[in-house]
């Protein structure tokens, strides 16, 4: 697969695109070498930089109650019993809003996909393994330079934002989808124009 970048132009969405058309084509999907993670036998690598990254996780809506204790009068005692009373609500409140979805800790990691998974370095600089079989769910939005995918019960939904999204997303469907990823219209896009709008997210 031969990939010519315009200079001077959006460099991961001409990249994503001349990658787009070609396997539109035909053409076989390129490797790249990665050094570091040993990969399976007969696993490629696809596409090996930088992304924000970000999980989708909910609390279970415990808290821990106030409880403490105090002998003297009953003014002091009534005045420590609201205050206590005014801490566990603001606990449970809290408590309550965390039961609701959100995504977590954004930041900026390593992303190597494969073409049998994607590889996302975590707090620690580890990578963590998301074994594309598994997923259950998947959201591209090249356009606001977004890929999210959902895994079932095995993990928390991961979200990648930044300027090399459209290309994630690109050989993430090319895996998940093998030739049918061209049907899919949310990657129609990349096929469409050889230069997108400029909305790279600044990384």
Request: proline share 7%.
């Amino acid at each position: 697969m031969s990939i010519d970048v315009v200079a001077g132009g959006d460099p991961w969405w001409d990249y994503a695109h001349a990658c787009a058309l070609a396997l539109y084509r035909g053409e076989p999907a390129p490797s790249v070498r990665v050094y570091g993670p040993v990969l399976e036998d007969g696993e490629e690598a696809r596409v090996c930089t930088s992304a924000v990254a970000s999980r989708l996780l909910a609390g279970d809506g415990s808290y821990r109650r106030s409880s403490t204790f105090l002998f003297g009068g009953p003014g002091l005692m009534i005045g420590m019993l609201a205050a206590q009373g005014y801490m566990n609500r603001r606990r449970r409140q809290q408590a309550e809003r965390d039961q609701i979805a959100q995504w977590h800790d954004p930041r900026q990691a390593t992303v190597i996909v494969t073409d049998e998974r994607i590889m996302c370095s975590g707090a620690d600089g580890t990578l963590v393994d998301f074994w594309l079989e598994y997923v259950t769910e998947f959201y591209p939005d090249v356009m606001a330079r977004s890929v999210t995918f959902a895994f079932g019960d095995r993990c928390a939904p991961l979200r990648l934002d930044g300027p090399a999204a459209p290309a994630i997303a690109l050989w993430c469907a090319h895996a998940i989808y093998g030739p049918s990823w061209s049907s899919d219209t949310r990657l129609r896009p990349l096929l469409a124009s050889p230069s997108a709008p400029m909305q790279a997210l600044t990384t």
